[in-house]
């Protein structure tokens, strides 16, 4: 049976060194080759002091072993995957891949990472072994943060090889597979290099600044907040063009190639060695001590301080927000229009030359471009029929297979196809004229789709209760930053109820941006305003009593954190049974941000894991937020048998497993009576460290009053030495804290500035 135990990477770029990092990530152990053993180590080290990090760890590192290709080579023999992602030069390839060939083992794999040279070209000439484990992965950067793997099959990969290769990518480094054809740039790049050449042309011809294009592509449509001449900065406009030139060149059939060049203000910003982030400037500058943000005038290539294009969000709802803007005459309309329709075209016209299907196109530029709808998806939201008959109105010409589409009586893209509960999507197939299933994904759960398909047990504004099949409930949070407030609380709780009846398990989860912001604040802000103390003494309760439900429940619980979750958040995830984290989890203890301390069981479930009052006061005192969850295991807040999922899309279907998992052998428990605790000399000592922090200016004066206030309820209170407590005692003691701070004005003003500005105030 087939396992990658060992692979080799060849070429310590960003590139490859970032492949290595992400193998690393994974648990599996790499060797990064290059010209020389200092280009390797420098590679390797630049992957781990970029921010944000190649490694979930900084012991990934250890997991690479650098050489150089004169003396190392032969370490290849020992690898099970030999991935190539040297600079793309066809004769440096094929050179590099004859040695490979003579000292690799019989069935290992053997890849590239081009994404401009055809594989074709690569592998003529080889034998037929070689070409039987050849193929193209190619993977985006940074591969720790990007979904998209791109597959490609050389002329005669075996197939056999090519699911093996599918499916270990999707499990053990979480890739989003979309198969490709070997065409040039495949997918993503071919339909993102006419999408940023086609706003390029409209900046130019109808004079739009650098900041009103990047606050149109930004957010606004769904797109990551770099934008687009943000991102030409991040990637460098040297690259950008190189890339663009390479597509120009090797598509001389294509009528918009023209798309693929950069326009004549980025080749003079190049000409100026303005190459965006690595040269200091490009499209924006960081200016003076306060790295005030200056942007570039396109007409004088002068730099002035960044406007600030605000455009009002209608909708939270993409796509009816996009089909308002769209509607518009005005600039921002006018923008989006030319853009969307052009996209439009293009890809439909890429059908079947870059993929048979509109599926992998969609999803090439949702996982490598972080877009929230592909260019059919995004057709489909503005509307199909309206989109065609704007272009027939402006007298532009339909892509043939549209019109065959229309012909066929079809009125959109893509259609739901629930059947006897279960969800279901068709999707058009523009080769054959006809819509078609899409094919189930085995151990991944979209909720929405349940949802539609199954409708929900019960829910309300913030949450609902989802039966996610096999005796399973999902509660979700669905409100706009998923924060805790009593929607979420009643919903946990029925939760609870509905599932000792009927079901064999519980998972909470959420599919948003992250999994929860933590407490909803304003309750608590009006109450501590008000001085309702007996409403606040309530509220803290309900909330402390309902992370006891969720850990004594009678029946296995799984959280499901990923990104963000913070505050309440991560205290109610680490009452559940077990936690089934995404390996990008940013969880953490934050409330001494805003003048607060964790008061719903968040202090006692971090003694009972660390059994060290000042490692938890260390944690929760600096806010600690963990980066990976790898890293949330290291801080102590997810532990050995908590599990990590680390493909985003599994995590869901990978909880629902863990539940059930733990069916059989689960017990309710009952809450513990024997928490150890230091008393007043911890106290002491932990009042002393926070003191060494006031004096060296890393914290406020304020600060030192909220960590005496955690230092007290970590110490155990008025003891006088060490002794046992209960979770009851604990629990008041971080209620009573919780409560004399709120009345403080000055937290008080924190928590208004963080719901005011989304940033605390440093008082």
């Not at 023999?77 to 030999?82: F, R, T």
């Not at 455009?311 to 993409?318: A, G, T, W």
Request: charged share 25%; net charge negative; aromatic share 6%.
């Amino acid at each position: 049976m087939r396992t990658i135990q060992r692979v080799a990477v060849l070429g310590a770029g960003t590139m490859g060194a970032r492949i290595a990092a992400h193998f690393a990530n994974a648990g599996i152990p790499s060797v990064l080759l290059d010209l020389t053993v200092a280009a390797a180590q420098k590679g390797a080290e630049t992957a781990a002091k970029n921010r944000p990090s190649g490694f979930f760890l900084d012991s990934g590192a250890a997991l690479i072993t650098t050489g150089s290709f004169d003396d190392d080579l032969g370490l290849v023999a020992e690898c099970d995957w030999i991935i190539e992602a040297v600079s793309e030069n066809l004769a440096i390839k094929r050179t590099l891949f004859q040695k490979i060939d003579a000292l690799r083992k019989p069935d290992a794999i053997i890849s590239t990472n081009t994404s401009g040279i055809p594989l074709r070209n690569i592998s003529e000439g080889f034998g037929a072994s070689f070409r039987k484990q050849f193929l193209g992965t190619h993977f985006f950067n940074p591969p720790r943060y990007l979904h998209l793997l791109e597959l490609i099959p050389g002329q005669d990969t075996d197939p056999e090889l090519l699911n093996f290769v599918a499916d270990f990518a999707d499990r053990r480094l979480g890739k989003g597979i979309v198969p490709c054809k070997d065409t040039a740039n495949f997918i993503a790049n071919r339909i993102g290099k006419v999408f940023g050449g086609t706003i390029q042309k409209i900046t130019r011809e109808d004079g739009y600044t650098v900041e009103e294009v990047d606050a149109m592509t930004g957010a606004l449509i769904g797109h990551p907040n770099s934008a687009s001449f943000r991102l030409v900065d991040i990637v460098g406009l040297d690259i950008s063009a190189s890339v663009g030139t390479n597509l120009y060149n090797a598509l001389p059939d294509d009528p918009w190639r023209d798309r693929f060049l950069v326009a004549d203000f980025q080749q003079q910003m190049i000409q100026k060695g303005w190459l965006g982030e690595k040269s200091g400037q490009g499209y924006y500058q960081r200016v003076g001590k306060e790295k005030e943000i200056h942007a570039i005038d396109l007409k004088t290539f002068e730099y002035h301080t960044a406007a600030k294009v605000k455009i009002p969000v209608e909708n939270e709802d993409l796509a009816q927000r996009l089909r308002v803007l769209v509607a518009k005459t005005d600039r921002v309309g006018t923008f989006l229009w030319k853009l969307f329709s052009d996209i439009c075209i293009y890809a439909a016209e890429k059908v079947p030359e870059i993929s048979d299907r509109i599926v992998e196109i969609d999803r090439a530029m949702r996982w490598g471009y972080a877009h929230k709808l592909g260019p059919f998806e995004r057709w489909d939201a503005l509307g199909f029929e309206d989109v065609c008959n704007r272009l027939e109105v402006e007298g532009r010409e339909i892509p043939a297979n549209i019109e065959a589409m229309r012909r066929a009586g079809a009125t959109s893209l893509y259609q739901t196809a629930d059947s006897n509960g279960k969800p279901g999507t068709r999707y058009f197939d523009l080769v054959g004229v006809q819509y078609r299933d899409l094919e189930e994904r085995p151990g991944i759960i979209v909720i929405s789709d349940v949802k539609r398909a199954r409708g929900t047990v019960k829910q309300n504004a913030g949450a609902s209760l989802i039966d996610l099949g096999d005796g399973v409930l999902c509660v979700e949070f669905h409100s706009r930053t998923n924060t805790v407030g009593e929607d979420q609380v009643a919903m946990l709780y029925a939760g609870l109820e509905e599932t000792t009846k009927n079901f064999q398990a519980m998972v909470i989860a959420s599919q948003g941006e992250n999994f929860s912001a933590g407490t909803d604040l304003l309750p608590v802000l009006l109450a501590a305003q008000e001085g309702a103390w007996d409403r606040l003494s309530q509220i803290v309760q309900r909330l402390q009593q309902m992370n006891l439900a969720l850990k004594y429940a009678a029946k296995p619980v799984i959280a499901s954190p990923f990104s963000r979750t913070v505050g309440l958040a991560c205290e109610m995830s680490l009452h559940a049974t077990r936690m089934q984290a995404n390996a990008e989890t940013s969880i953490g203890l934050v409330d001494v941000s805003v003048g607060l301390i964790p008061a719903a069981g968040g202090c006692k479930e971090m003694l009972l894991r660390l059994k060290d009052s000042r490692q938890v006061f260390e944690l929760l005192n600096t806010a600690k937020i963990s980066s990976s969850g790898e890293h949330a295991k290291e801080l102590g807040f997810l532990i050995p048998t908590d599990r990590i999922s680390m493909n985003p899309e599994r995590l869901i279907g990978d909880a629902k497993e863990l539940a059930l998992s733990l069916v059989n052998g689960h017990t309710a428990g009952a809450p513990m009576t024997a928490i150890k605790v230091g008393g007043k000399s911890m106290f002491e000592m932990l009042k002393l460290g926070a003191a060494s922090m006031h004096a060296a200016g890393t914290i406020t004066d304020y600060d030192l009053l909220v960590a005496e206030k955690l230092a007290h309820v970590l110490s155990g209170g008025d003891l006088a030495g060490e002794q046992t407590v209960s979770e009851k005692y604990l629990l008041d003691l971080e209620r009573e804290a919780f409560l004399s701070l709120c009345g403080n004005p000055q937290t008080q003003e924190r928590i208004q500035s963080l719901l005011k500005t989304g940033k605390p105030a440093r008082n």
